[in-house]
């Protein structure tokens, strides 16, 4: 993504918006260390699918494509790929651990609506 600066050069964002709360980070990195890698990290994008229009994907990655936005968390790296940073830009990842659900959550506010799966939104 380049934005001009207020120096009127050109600069390059690497970062993204999406945040990751401590319960987030802590869950991953306590999966990366069942499973004995520390060369993975967090990637989270959008896709075409689902009844609103776009789905949410969450999982391991080892790549670092060209163009993608990191930013670390606590040593838990999240990466966003360039087309997804404007749909998740103010999103959080967080993970929820009680008696009625487990699993990762995303509360993004740039999500006009969703369905009844909860995945998908426009």
Not at 9 to 20: A, E, F, Y
Not at 66 to 72: K, L
């Amino acid at each position: 993504m380049t934005d001009i600066a207020i120096t009127g050069r050109p600069t390059t964002d690497t970062r993204h918006g999406v945040l990751l709360t401590a319960a987030a980070a802590g869950k991953v990195k306590s999966l990366l260390e069942q499973e004995g890698r520390d060369d993975l990290r967090l990637r989270l994008a959008v896709q075409p699918g689902g009844c609103s229009g776009l789905i949410y994907q969450l999982y391991f990655d080892e790549r670092l494509l060209e163009g993608d936005a990191t930013v670390d968390f606590e040593g838990v790296e999240v990466v966003v790929d360039r087309m997804s940073v404007p749909y998740l830009d103010g999103a959080t990842v967080d993970f929820e651990d009680t008696i009625q659900k487990q699993g990762f959550t995303i509360d993004n506010p740039n999500a006009q609506g969703s369905c009844a799966c909860g995945d998908s939104f426009h």
